[in-house]
């Protein structure tokens, strides 16, 4: 395997998350969540907008607008005008919480876990957005959200609590969304890291980002690890799959938290595109939005 990497547009994020690809028009979005700004790269051409809150992650629409998790739960973006409204509130269970990481389901309804920030705690839990712009509680326990995504059939959802450092499942009904007991598959702690984004490629391997040790790890369902990559910045966020055979990974990474993670490399914070890995991805599926105003 001969893997090469790019830097991706002149930006630099705080906090680059969420990447996603739009098989539609070969459009590369992804969030800087602590400067409030989603971001686009389409046809070479860079494209921004502004968030009321801290952006956790982001889905794409049938109809081409964006749905976003923020601080207080899901929202609609409107990419015409950048105007934002909410769709559902969640009610945290205690202070000092926002969305967090997210991913729509096989049936294209947005399944996003939320946060504490500054303690412990596990008052976060997960939620899921339905067709008809209502929330759903699915389960809780968690104190940072984050590798959420979904086996090919739908039927597992993979997430992780990145301050255990584990990353669990739960059984899911593709068509009712019902979701089973959660259950922990295995820790990214030996490998020297948190775990933080994730991804799921064609062939059901779970890439996740190994934030605090500057690595990209692809693991089989029960936890065996298959590759480990080095990235060319410290801390690396979340990868996607895309471009026109969905054969690039795409890596978002940090450069200033504001608190505990910063870094002055010079490409700190950078998009990265990685080619040759020999897999490729699924498309995203599209948040429907038809029955939304």
């Known amino acids: 395997m001969s893997v090469r990497h790019e830097i991706i547009g002149d930006t630099r994020d705080r906090l680059g998350e969420c990447p996603l690809w739009d098989v539609r028009d070969q459009s590369l979005y992804w969030v800087d969540s602590k400067a409030r700004l989603v971001r686009r790269m389409s046809q070479g051409r860079y494209s921004e907008w502004s968030t009321p809150s801290d952006v956790g992650s982001i889905a794409l629409t049938r109809s081409g607008r964006l749905v976003l998790a923020l601080e207080d739960g899901f929202h609609l973006m409107d990419l015409s005008t950048g105007a934002v409204r909410r769709l559902a509130e969640v009610r945290h269970k205690g202070p000092a919480m926002r969305m967090n990481d997210g991913r729509t389901d096989r049936q294209g309804r947005f399944v996003a876990g939320s946060m504490v920030m500054g303690r412990h705690d596990t008052d976060g839990g997960y939620y899921r957005l339905e067709a008809d712009g209502s929330a759903t509680p699915l389960f809780d326990g968690i104190a940072l959200a984050n590798a959420t995504c979904f086996s090919p059939d739908g039927r597992r959802l993979y997430h992780a609590d990145s301050l255990s450092g584990n990353v ?4 899911y009904d593709p068509v009712t969304g019902a979701v089973g007991p959660r259950r922990t598959l295995f820790s990214t702690r030996p490998h020297g890291s948190a775990p933080d984004g994730a991804t799921v490629d064609a062939e059901g391997c779970l890439w996740i980002a190994l934030v605090q040790c500057g690595k990209l790890a692809r693991f089989l369902p029960d936890g065996t690890l298959l590759t480990l990559l080095d990235v060319p910045t410290p801390f ?18 940090i450069r200033n938290t504001g608190n505990l993670l910063r870094s002055d490399h010079p490409d700190a914070g950078a998009l990265f595109a990685f080619h040759g890995l020999g897999v490729r991805g699924l498309p995203e599926v599209f948040f429907d939005d038809g029955g939304l105003q």
């Open 168 to 171: 669990s499942v739960v059984d």
């Open 236 to 253: 690396p966020t979340c990868p996607c799959f895309g471009g026109p055979d969905l054969d690039v990974l795409y890596l978002t990474s």
